[in-house]
């Protein structure tokens, strides 16, 4: 860089999306190598060599990557904009039965009870034809806009309602943890058409190929990766443009931004409505890898464990959304394949740990011990 | 009954209704005032906070306002920027723009800035972000997200930047500055708007003496391309860069002059140092 260009204010200066950010590059860099590497080592690395991953390890690796999309989705809103939802699973859950219904249509005469176009529980309720909000859903294109319309939709209605009546903070947790806990008791109900409680599930294929399948697994991993990597390249460009200053400044600051002439409730619209996107796409990524989704997802408590991975990690870094994620996950299989019962106490007790003694979580910690200023 | 009686009334219109005044249109000031407050009457309560207040100010005019607590200067400074609506009377920017009528965002963005008695600044931005957010530009949502700062912008905020005399710190999170300089941070934010008026409420209190001589020579430098109306409670200050002062008592205007002559008037003295 030349003495010239330094002297121009940064914020002019654009460069690259990761200029400056070593550990954004780091994460992409890793997503990247590992969408090619993991895959390998599954299908490629003979069984007990040293570098052969199992299919379950894939598969749970994924998941691991579409939950550290969740994170930084509730990250982009409470960590930037200090909108602390308490109902993000909704939807994720929303972007999940979304591909769960295109999934159910692909079963066709291999269900139960052979029916081509009904999926068994409709069947088996006594439904002579298809609810019209299941037309369309046998077409992957159809899905893939569901899995991000759905959530958008009902994230900007919600948002709408909410932030024009300027309801902040606590309330509005309260609120977003409401929304999630209806539709829970919403989808619960056979007559939603959703499969009631036992969800959407006995998937046969994705796109023609067999869900069980090794390759297929290790396609979705790589698929989950790259959405990752380019969730993470859509919150750094959100974050890094004026209006994440915008929205930083709301965080901070919100009737001051208002006396600048912004419009708090279109910005906090616009953000959670991007928000409940990228969960709506962690969702859909999510259903294939584990095979089911049931209202079980819209469980309040779902959407506070998103807080506490995002608490953890770092809020208000999106690379603490990852690390928080991913941590906080892979304690929970050791945790629970351990002492199952004791998993919630302990993520109760990890939330008020940190809360407490690492309020920038791991992130911040690691930032004070380079003696660097937490952004 | 009668809130029904007050919504069915058909001699006139509710506020959303009414077409939103056009500040694009452009400030006519030809006739001298940049500003018409005329016979201005709020109550709360029965309590006339502003009682047919008059007052006009000249384009690039500096204005101080001063007055006892209780006078009406917040009040007054409420209705300039759209908080809060006059019971009676008029209020206009330049004679073409009918304040009244005007949301308080369309008259921050038409240009009339305010400065408040306590300093916000965005404290966890840089000096330079916290004026990039004031500057003036497309505020809605999918235009701000791709805004990038041509030169004129950069040339702008360097501006303002020496003007405010933060020119060494435009890097420093605002919430590092002292009292002082988060004041002329805040002027600065008031600037990149490029309003036409500027309110200034107390902007020397708690200040050092040599930050309050700094702020009066700042505020002078700004009137002429600006018009400045100052409240201010300090009448040191006042004294120190006041053309014009305009005296407020219980809602109305008690005296209007040079410092001179309003603290030669014998109400005046009455009013501020009692009977």
Redesign the interface.
Known sequence: MTADAKSLPRLGYRGGLLTGDIAGRVLIALLLAAAVAVPAANLLAPEGSLLHLSSYTVTLLGKYLCYALLALSVDLIWGYCGILSLGHGAFFALGGYAMGMYLMRQIGTRGVYGDPVLPDFMVFLNWDRLPWYWYGFDQFPVALVAIVLVPAVVAFVFGWLAFRSRVTGVYLSIMSQALTYALMLAFFRNEMGFGGNNGLTDFKDILGFDIQADTTRAALFAASALALAGGYAICRFIVSSKLGRVVTAVRDAEARVRTVGYRVDHYKVWLFTVSAMLAGVAGALYVPQVGIINPGEFSPLNSIEIVVWVAVGGRGTLIGAVVGALAVNYGKTVFTGVWPEGWLFALGALFVVVTVFLPRGIVGLLRRRRGEEAA | MTVLAEVLRRDRVFDFVLPEPDFAGGLDTRHGPILYVEDVTVAFDGFRALDRLSLYVDDGELRCIIGPNGAGKTTMMDVLTGRTRPDSGSVWFGSRIDLRRAS??AI??GGIG?K?QTP??????SV??NL???MAAD???WP???????SA??DR??EVLALIGLASL??QPAGALSHGQKQWLEIG?LLM?NPRVLLVDEPVAGMTHQEMEQTGELLQRLAGRHSVIVVEHDMAFVRSIARQVTVLHQGSVLAEGTMDEVQNDPRVVEVYLGE
């Open positions: 308080e965002t921050a963005r305010r408040f916000t600044v965005f404290e966890h931005h330079m972000e990039e957010l004031a505020k809605r949502v701000t997200l791709f805004a990038h700062m041509d912008d950069r905020l360097a435009e890097r934010m708007q």
